[in-house]
T-cell receptor, first 112, second 114 residues
Framework: GAGVSQTPSNKVTEKGKYVELRCDPI?????LYWYRQSLGQGPEFLIY????????DSGLPNDRFFAVRPEGSVSTLKIQRTERGDSAVYLC??????????FGPGTRLTVL | AQSVAQPEDQVNVAEGNPLTVKCTYS??????LFWYVQYPNRGLQFLLK??????LVKGSYGFEAEFNKSQTSFHLKKPSALVSDSALYFC????????????FGRGTSLIVHP
């Protein structure tokens, strides 16, 4: 079956701009996670959705970062007033509750 | 708080030789442990997990991992390495409940030489 998909695969933006990153989870997975991966590091947790609600957003670094999942399927990570330090690969994962997470290919964000 | 340590940034092994990628962890309660592999410009692919039961867990692509509670370790192993195994390997740990959020190690780059 189809895995987790993420769009775009690459995004280049200028400092101060707004970006949206999209994640399409595996069908039927109610849990969805966003991570950020910097070069030479493991994935760093950002936010976890169970259904439509953000069950844990403790990993969001500041209020410029926001994510939604309005219908309990597709999720969008939104970053306002981007900064060069936001440059990273943003990974999305989905799972059945409490089960193994399956990752998408990631979106590489570059802020110039 | 939970944590994972992957003490080696890089592991080099010759094709056909056995490989080990090390992982130690710290977590409250019984750990859920995972190994993922990441190829260049790709997301993480699940290899195997330990939840309970046998300490030796078998996973994808001939990989296995041994859970050692007393040493709080979960080393990844393969009896005979392939050049195509060259990739980044991440160990992760999470507690059995809560929000199921794993903590990942920094990753180990495995290089298999022909």
């Amino acid at each position: 079956g189809a895995g987790v998909s993420q769009t775009p695969s690459n995004k280049v933006t200028e400092k101060g701009k707004y970006v949206e990153l999209r994640c399409d989870p595996i069908s039927g997975h109610t849990a969805l996670y966003w991570y950020r991966q910097s070069l030479g590091q493991g994935p760093e947790f950002l936010i976890y959705f169970q259904g439509t609600g953000a069950a844990d957003d403790s990993g969001l670094p500041n209020d410029r970062f926001f994510a939604v999942r309005p219908e309990g399927s597709v999720s969008t990570l939104k970053i306002q007033r981007t900064e060069r330090g936001d440059s990273a690969v943003y990974l999305c994962a989905s799972s059945s509750v409490g089960d193994t997470q399956y990752f998408g290919p990631g979106t590489r964000l570059t802020v110039l | 708080a939970q944590s994972v340590a992957q003490p080696e940034d890089q592991v080099n092994v010759a094709e056909g030789n056995p490989l080990t990628v090390k992982c130690t962890y710290s977590v409250s309660g019984n750990p859920y442990l995972f190994w993922y592999v990441q190829y260049p410009n790709r997301g993480l692919q699940f290899l195997l997990k330990y939840i309970t039961g046998d300490n030796l867990v078998k996973g994808s692509y001939g990989f296995e991992a041994e859970f050692n509670k007393s040493q709080t370790s979960f080393h990844l192993k393969k009896p005979s390495a392939l050049v195509s195994d060259s990739a980044l390997y991440f160990c992760a740990v999470r507690p059995p409940g809560g929000s199921y959020i794993p903590t990942f190690g920094r990753g180990t780059s495995l290089i298999v030489h022909p």
